[in-house]
């Protein structure tokens, strides 16, 4: 995922991207924070969910679960 910040000349305010999601805020400080917490919960560690239900397309294998996000092949330990 791309984050950028961008400044809007004519009003102002502040631009946070993501991708093709666009999100205003009134101050560079409100815009770096909400990047500083979206970037820490990106980076923070996911346990994969027990008994997830796996797409149709994926196949278990022994000691871990496959999934495709975005076309993407993943294969993830079970954490206990």
């Known amino acids: 995922m791309i984050i ?5 000349p004519a009003s102002h305010c502040w631009v946070v991207c993501m991708d093709a999601l666009k999100v205003n805020f009134n101050s560079l400080g409100e815009a770096q924070a909400f990047v500083g917490l979206l970037k820490a919960r990106i980076e923070a560690p996911h346990v994969w969910p027990v008994g997830a239900r796996l797409a149709d397309d994926t196949r278990r294998m022994s000691g871990c679960q496959m999934a495709y996000p975005n076309g993407k ?3 993830a330990d079970r954490m206990e």
Do not use: L, M, Y
């Open 4 to 8: 950028d910040i961008t400044e809007k």
């Open 73 to 75: 092949r993943v294969c």
